[in-house]
């Protein structure tokens, strides 16, 4: 069989979407190519992001390919499942140009894994894939009445199978990536330290979050914590810098302390970005994490006060002042440390300020809060709503434009309603 692997050329314009708009590795497509390819099935990626392609060069790649299946992704990438852009305008745009030369049309992503029988109507696609497609794909060719994890036509209704899928981080092979790929990866995701002077890539070496803050989505993908082996990780990483790769970004739910990993990067050429929380790392552990090449770390911290991030499931057990100390101690050893902060309006705008203040004295970036979006699949949606259903998006996207006057600093015009943003004729 013939699987085409869509990566749209993906635009954003009056969405709420705050995720980074550079192009980054689609490692799903990666992983699932791999495997594709190890059952003797023939597969090509088209990404239209990287390569800047037009619909109409998507089209003609597609249609010179004949797949049998073609495959569409609800998020830019992996990295933006959790905060994906909720509209489907552009998935919708991108099934509509290749229907009727794509094959059996696919849909993944974190909508799918959401809310899979909104997916499956709005984009018109044949089958919907619940949670982390890249095992999963190969499975399209049995009979899909005894396939578990998938939402499809039975005559004109949708038909919901199973729940969504979970991968087993073992048995993902390293992924090794055309040159020219990685040559055209321009983007240092989240780099601040010095300008870039070779090619940037994203990895993950581990999977989903033990944690359940109350406004990550990842009820129903990424969610269970998995570790990579550091075998395959070294793999992958040292094909990455054989290709000229100077910079990582590992796109970890959370990049927990892992010695043996930050050892072996230690004596590896490269440097790298993470996201974690301040209060699992050590002092010594910081030294080592900046001796092993880290440049970049996003630490959640949420709220300034134990009140705030109670009220968010943080589950921390450090005092601020505790975290601001490990914050500074990191600086020490790293040289961008960012402390992010979320909108719950519980803190006190004039302590937020103090603090932000005394954090950049010592040389970390607080951010100003980022107003809340309550995700379909996250628990703050859930407490609000109830499980989510098919006006869900639409629903959380009304909410966040009618509770925040302000938005995130990289939102230069007006967020609008999905009703404006998506194709509202069926593309069925």
């Excluded at 060719?141 to 396939?147: A, G, I, K, L, Q």
């Excluded at 993902?172 to 870039?196: G, K, N």
């Excluded at 230690?266 to 929380?277: A, L, N």
């Excluded at 300020?353 to 980022?370: D, E, I, S, T, Y």
Aim: charged letters at 20%; one cysteine or more; hydrophobic letters at 35%.
């Amino acid at each position: 069989m013939k699987y085409a692997l869509i990566n749209p050329n993906w635009t954003f314009t009056g969405s709420i979407y705050f995720g980074c708009r550079e192009p980054h590795l689609p490692l799903e497509y990666g992983y699932a190519k791999a495997l594709l390819e190890q059952q003797g099935h023939e597969v090509l990626i088209v990404d239209g992001q990287l390569y800047n392609l037009s619909p109409e060069d998507i089209r003609n790649q597609v249609a010179a390919f004949k797949p049998d299946f073609t495959v569409v992704t609800t998020a830019p990438s992996y990295l933006f499942w959790r905060c994906a852009p909720p509209e489907l305008r552009v998935p919708q745009e991108t099934v509509l140009d290749l229907r009727n030369i794509g094959g059996t049309m696919v849909a993944v992503g974190p909508h799918g894994s959401t809310t899979p029988k909104a997916t499956l109507k709005k984009l018109g696609v044949d089958v919907v894939v619940l949670g982390e497609c890249e095992e999963f794909l190969p499975k399209l060719t049995e009979n899909w009445e005894n396939v578990s994890s998938i939402c499809y036509w039975d005559g004109d209704k949708p038909r919901l199978q199973g729940s969504p899928h979970t991968s087993d981080m073992t048995a993902l092979p390293a992924l090794h990536w055309q040159a020219e790929t990685i040559q055209r990866h321009h983007h240092h995701h989240h780099r601040f330290e010095a300008a870039p002077t070779g090619a940037g890539a994203e990895m993950e070496t581990s999977r989903g979050c033990p944690y359940h803050c109350s406004f990550c989505a990842k009820d129903n993908f990424r969610n269970s914590y998995r570790k990579r082996p550091l075998a395959v990780i070294l793999e992958e990483l040292d094909g990455l810098i054989a290709q000229g790769v100077e910079y990582v970004y590992f796109i970890d739910e959370i990049f927990l302390p892992n010695r043996s990993l930050l050892e072996a990067l230690v004596e590896r050429p490269v440097k790298f970005g993470i996201q974690t929380r301040i209060d699992l790392w050590t002092r010594s552990l910081l030294e080592l994490l900046g001796r092993a090449g880290c440049v970049s770390i996003e630490a959640g911290v949420e709220s300034i006060s134990e009140q705030g991030r109670q009220l968010l499931d943080k589950n921390c057990k450090l005092s601020t002042e505790a975290l601001s100390e490990l914050l500074i101690h990191a600086k020490k050893h790293v040289p961008f440390v960012q402390a992010n902060l979320l909108e719950g309006k519980v803190d006190d705008p004039e302590a937020i300020a103090a603090w932000r203040q005394h954090l950049q004295q010592f040389g970390v970036w607080a951010n100003k809060p980022v107003p809340l979006f309550p995700y379909p699949g996250s628990p703050d949606y859930t407490k609000k709503w109830g499980f989510p259903d098919e006006e869900a998006w639409e629903r959380a996207n009304a909410y966040y434009l009618d509770v925040y006057a302000e938005f995130s600093d990289i939102q230069d015009e007006q967020p609008l309603p999905l009703s404006q943003l998506e194709l509202s004729a069926p593309t069925k």
